[in-house]
């Protein structure tokens, strides 16, 4: 309660009730709080030992009322018979305070006639002040009056100057009304002719914007006529005046549109049509590029390993050089995508980009699946290259539209076409490869598909896959190869005539020089008679080529060091080919000795020119050839050659005894029971040694050292051989002292032969210890025993391992037994009967019954 006297009192200080409390003679602490009623009013009590009064305020949209009592006496009516209401009215209205709370208190309490009644009571109370007011100032009001009436007359005066002023107003304003009106009327033609105006130019802006766009679309300028649409749209349709062009232009613009996009879908197909068409030529250019270019790399390669050789081996003064590669016009792709770029645009302006996109990405791949399909009409071989171009310029145009056209392509949708390709090229290549049976026709392909391979990876595309299937096919390329090869090499040599080449220096050149074939490093005399038949240049040739084709189809593929490869099926050629070709050719019951014997000596070049090869296949694969004497690299056809040398020595051998035993079958015409003794070499030995004379000659210039001396001690062992087997033969029942001493005469001939090529030869030189005398060992031995004047001294072991240590007992024995030392005349049995025994038939009794006894 303390606090709420305190807030009205704070209330009642303010300037409005501060200069009312003075005027009651009150103060504030004559101000009791009684509280709010109906949350409208606010009571106060205020104490006064003398009088009594009521007081109605409003202060901040709040009724105030305010009762003043007397806390001894309480009544309604003052002294003067005025009550309290009547003094509040009263002080109301005297304040010019509104008395509407107050009427709408009366009416809320539901009493307005006590209102109405106190307001009748003020009305007599202000008359009665009126009256009281007039009579205390009648006189001045006499005289206000008089003041009135001359007002009055001035005021008529004025009135009158007013209404002449009037006239002369209204007659100058008519005009300048009508005047206005006009003005007015001008301003709203000029209005009107201002809208019209600016309506008229909107209406020429857009008719020329139409204009413009008809002779765009007329003229195929497409995108300036989308740009006129796109201007009228955004800028003059929402404010076209006329509602007739309006609508014209609302409903041509749709139809304008339709008809741009037809017109730009036929001009993609057309040039989805042309692109094709020059898909080809654009391959094709592309893909002469990269040929040119590996040329290049290969040029600068070999001129490279070239130098660096000669810098290892100290040879000549090197300069180091930078080649600057002028860049041709010619060599860029000029790709016509302005078509494209303008549909694309155009349609992204329509605001179809997206169908635009499907719509290209859809022809594309139906133009690769037709692309990618192989003619049945033509052989691959003719059209492979048409086909591998087709695709290489596909791929180029497709990268193009991926780099230059924004996003119309997506690095995804190229892979997915990419991918596409590869796998369909890939199965066309291996069915294509597995029908080949041409090993050139397959690698011309692989060529092609390499310089394709070579071609888009320049342009980011995985051709892994594609050269993979080269990779597959290498065994199957190989294969033809071989057989071709087979060929060709079974015809040099079933037309080598087996003879010695006679050459020419030019001739000396691709024949012995190119294949490291010379046996010395000094020029020889010319015309020079090789060692070799025209065999070996020719196999060598077939060899080489057989490289440089097998590396070709090696390299540039997928595997980088394709070395091992090459040395693979070289070793294959040499051994399975080369290697069973000429041993055929040695079985063959037609080869003669000459034959057999140049065979021999071609080997023998055949296998030294096997360094050759494989340094070929190293140069040709990029390897140095310092690399390969450093890991003492080898072919193993090099040992395989070396082993079918060795057994066309045997088989030489062989026909070379064969042929002396052709000879020596003249000896069935021997008569081994003579009388008298031949003073000349028989007829027969006369010819082995002709024989022997041409066999060692031709030897000596074709064959090596130990090849001849291998030939001729084989030939000289052969006749010892062939001497024996016929005296041991069981046709030859007994021969005489005669024919010993004629086989005696035809050994001795034949030894001084022996002993003369031996030496001529230089085989002395090198066997050292031994000669072709010794091979006739046996014979000469045995020749001696015979014509021995002791031959029972065989049995002395001291003179027999000096004299007779090539000799057998039990062949010695069995000719022995067949030795007579004088024929069976006609009574030569019964001269012996008184003859006496000679002491060299003793001895050799003696021998034949020791030998008897010994065995």
């Not at 155009?346 to 290209?360: A, E, N, P, S, T």
Request: hydrophobic content about 40%; glycine content about 4%.
């Amino acid at each position: 309660m303390d606090r709420d006297v305190e807030s009205l009192r704070g209330i009642a200080s303010m300037d409005r009730w501060s200069m009312l409390w003075p005027r009651l003679g009150i103060t504030n602490s004559h101000v009791r709080y009684l509280g709010f009623q109906n949350q409208n009013f606010l009571l106060f009590e205020i104490v006064s030992q003398s009088n009594e009064f009521s007081f109605l305020d409003q202060h901040n949209d709040f009724l105030v009322l305010i009762v003043t009592m007397n806390p001894k006496k309480s009544r309604n009516v003052t002294e003067n018979g005025e009550t309290v209401e009547d003094s509040i009215l009263m002080t109301l209205i005297g304040n010019g305070e509104d008395l509407a709370p107050m009427v709408r208190h009366s009416f809320e309490m539901g009493k307005p006639e006590t209102l109405l009644h106190q307001l009748k009571n003020v009305v007599k109370k202000k008359e009665v002040e009126i009256e009281d007011l007039c009579k205390l100032h009648y006189e001045e009001f006499i005289v206000a009056v008089d003041e009135l009436r001359g007002v009055l007359v001035d005021a008529e005066e004025l009135k009158n100057e007013l209404a002449s002023d009037n006239f002369r107003l209204q007659e100058i304003g008519s005009a300048l009304l009508l005047r206005l009106e006009d003005l007015l009327e001008s301003y709203s033609i000029k209005k009107n002719v201002t809208e019209a105006v600016k309506m008229s130019k909107i209406c020429v802006e857009v008719l020329d914007l139409c204009i413009k766009c008809n002779k765009y679309v007329a003229d195929g300028q497409f995108y300036p006529a989308l740009k006129a649409i796109h201007q009228i749209e955004e800028t003059y349709m929402k404010v076209i005046p006329v509602k007739t062009l309006k609508n014209l232009v609302e409903k041509r613009v749709p139809v304008i549109k339709s008809h741009i996009e037809k017109k730009v879908c036929g001009e993609i197909n057309e040039w989805l049509v042309l692109i094709r068409g020059t898909s080809k030529e654009i391959g094709q250019k592309a893909i002469g590029f990269a040929s040119s270019s590996r040329q290049r790399n290969e040029d600068m390669l070999a001129r490279q390993k070239k130098a660096e050789e000669e810098s290892c081996l100290g040879l000549g003064d090197f300069t180091y050089s930078l080649d600057v590669e002028e860049i041709d016009d010619n060599s860029v792709l000029n790709i016509n995508l302005m078509p494209l770029y303008r549909a694309y645009y155009i349609h992204v302006c329509l605001g179809i980009g997206d169908q635009f996109r499907d719509y290209y990405f859809k022809n594309r791949m139906l133009q690769l699946n037709s692309d990618l399909q192989v003619s049945s009409v033509q052989h691959f071989l003719a059209s492979h290259q048409t086909y591998l171009a087709q695709i290489a310029g596909y791929f180029i145009v497709e990268d193009r539209v991926l780099r230059t056209a924004g996003d119309l392509l997506s690095a995804s949708q190229v892979q997915a076409m990419w991918e596409t390709a590869v796998s369909k090229v890939t199965s066309n290549l291996e069915y294509q490869f597995s029908h080949m049976d041409t090993a050139s026709h397959l690698l011309l392909v692989k060529d092609y598909v390499t310089l394709l391979g070579a071609t888009l990876r320049q342009y980011g595309y995985d051709v892994g896959y594609i050269l993979e299937a080269l990779t597959n096919s290498r065994d199957k390329y190989h294969e033809l190869l071989l057989v071709e090869c087979r060929e060709q090499i079974k015809d040099a040599v079933i037309n080598d005539d087996c003879k010695q080449m006679v050459m020419k220096e030019s001739e000396y050149q691709s024949n012995v020089l190119s294949f490291d074939l010379q046996t010395s490093d000094i020029m020889p005399g010319f015309p020079y008679v090789a060692p070799f038949s025209s065999m070996v240049p020719d196999c060598c040739r077939i060899i080489r080529s057989f490289i440089k084709d097998s590396v070709n189809y090696l390299s540039y593929g997928g595997q980088t060091n394709f070395f091992d490869f090459a040395r693979k099926y070289l070793d294959k050629l040499l051994i399975d080919v080369l290697n069973d070709v000429i041993l055929n050719m040695t079985k063959s019951a037609s080869t003669g000795v000459s034959q057999a014997m140049q065979i021999a000596a071609n080997l023998s070049f055949l296998e030294r020119a096997c360094d050759y090869f494989l340094q070929t296949a190293a140069k040709q694969c990029g390897v140095p050839t310092r690399m390969i004497a450093r890991l003492q690299t080898t072919l193993m056809a090099k040992t395989v050659l070396k082993t079918s040398r060795e057994k066309s020595y045997v088989s030489l051998v062989n026909l070379v005894n064969h042929k002396l035993t052709e000879y020596l079958s003249l000896m069935e015409n021997v008569n081994w029971i003579i009388d008298d003794v031949a003073q000349h070499k028989s007829e027969y030995m006369n010819e082995v040694v002709i024989y022997l004379d041409t066999l060692l000659s031709t030897a000596q210039q074709i064959l090596p050292l130990d090849v001849m001396y291998k030939v001729g001690s084989g030939a000289l062992e052969h006749i010892n051989n062939t001497f024996m087997n016929t005296l041991l033969s069981d046709t030859l029942k007994r021969f005489t002292a005669n024919a010993v001493m004629g086989i005696n005469n035809d050994f001795k001939s034949l030894e001084e032969f022996a002993d003369e090529r031996f030496h001529s030869t230089g085989l002395n030189e090198v066997y050292k210890e031994g000669s072709f005398r010794g091979c006739l060992l046996e014979m000469r031995q045995l020749i001696n025993l015979l014509l021995s004047s002791q031959p029972e001294n065989f049995m002395n072991p001291v003179i027999r391992m000096r004299n007779y240590n090539s000799l057998d007992y039990k062949k010695l024995a069995i000719i022995c037994e067949k030795y007579k030392d004088s024929p069976d005349g006609l009574f030569g049995s019964l001269s012996k009967r008184g003859a006496r025994q000679s002491n060299r038939m003793k001895s050799m009794d003696v021998l034949k019954r020791r030998l008897k006894d010994f065995n």
